[in-house]
């Protein structure tokens, strides 16, 4: 507003006084216009103003320098007010114009590095269009001969097999032979062995080791022969009951793998009735609630709350059911079960 001549308030007041356009001036300022010379003669006349007895003690009345200036003349103080703004304007002017022009500068650099990136694009674009009609054309050739590397290796591969196949069952007819004459006697030893099987199932479950040995192999078996019923000399409980699959399963399940603990394993899971285990040692327990855990075994004993109720919804939906604790005496409540009386009304099997 004021660009040329002397800062002194008679030069200033023509140029302002007589400056019809003053009010749109001032708001419309443009920071960029003001040099750096014109801030710091600007900076120094506002000190100056501040160290007036005026402004020193209206500053000490706890006025702010805005409200001494209109105390003298509130056009002033306006005007002052202006300054005092326009004069935080410049210092952030002064801090953020530097970083504008740099900012332009790198937005002109980004458009020129967008405007050689989208070009580097169009060429990329060209090259992967022709070199998908490349790929294309060689995806049709790879598969053609892989066709027929596959089609050369799976004859090569018939070939082989039916040369081994030729060549195994030559040896196999003598294995073949000699399992045909052991099925055949197995077959002809079965009743004698499925009698055996079943009066272990039957009588063998309360004794001991040492016992069910001498009921098998020295009572039952003598008496077989005796009677001229074929069974098998070698027969074996394990191998007849179950299988070595079996076996290695309930062995993951906790079951120890020596033969008595086998032998229980099969009157657990082979009796036609109920199980009940004497198993200070706990072994059993473990094993039945890891076998039963897909079942979503149900672990009771006699002095649970609602336990009926509970056995009648285990049977009702499928569950495997394990009571813990017995006594010597079993609640009559749950003989119909125990006893299996299972009968059919309209159809339907009740318990």
């Not at 054309?137 to 040369?163: G, P, Q, W, Y």
């Amino acid at each position: 507003m004021i660009k040329t001549g002397s800062d002194e308030w008679d030069n200033v007041k023509v140029k302002l006084l007589g400056n019809a356009k003053l009010t749109d001036e001032l708001q419309n300022k443009d920071m960029g216009d003001i040099t750096s010379g014109q801030a710091s003669r600007a900076k120094a006349k506002m000190n100056a103003l501040k160290k007036e007895a005026f402004m020193k003690e209206a500053l000490e009345n706890g006025q702010e320098y805005v409200e001494a200036v209109r105390a003298k003349s509130v056009p002033c103080a306006g005007l002052f007010n202006w300054c005092l703004a326009t004069e935080e304007c410049y210092e952030i002017f002064r801090d953020v114009e530097p970083k504008r022009k740099k900012a332009e500068a790198m937005r002109i650099k980004s458009e020129t590095s967008a405007a050689q990136l989208k070009a580097i694009k169009e060429q990329v674009a060209a090259l992967n269009a022709s070199l998908a009609i490349l790929n294309k054309t060689k995806a049709e050739k790879v598969a053609i001969l892989t066709e027929l590397e596959d089609t050369a290796a799976r004859m090569a591969r018939r070939l082989n097999a039916a040369s081994k196949l030729i060549t195994g069952l030559a040896g196999e007819q003598q294995r073949w032979t000699s399992d045909t004459i052991t099925f055949k006697e197995d077959k002809f030893k079965l009743v004698g062995d499925c009698l055996s099987a079943s009066a272990f199932l039957s009588y063998c479950g309360p004794f001991n080791m040492v016992l069910r040995e001498k009921m098998i192999f020295h009572d039952w078996k003598p008496d077989l022969i005796k009677k001229g019923i074929p069974n098998k000399d070698d027969f074996k409980l394990e191998t007849f009951l179950t299988n070595d699959v079996e076996v290695s399963k309930w062995a993951s399940e906790g079951l120890p793998t020596d033969e008595l603990s086998v032998q229980n394993g099969i009157l657990t899971s082979s009796a036609s009735r109920w199980p009940l285990c004497i198993d200070p040692q706990m072994q059993a327990v473990q094993w039945i609630k890891e076998k039963e855990k897909k079942n979503n075994l149900l672990v009771m004993t006699f002095n649970t709350d609602g336990f009926v109720k509970r056995l009648e919804n285990a049977i009702k939906f499928g569950q495997s059911v394990l009571f813990e604790g017995l006594d010597t005496e079993l609640d009559p409540i749950i003989d119909p079960v125990l006893e299996k009386n299972i009968t059919k009304e309209a159809g339907v099997e009740v318990l």
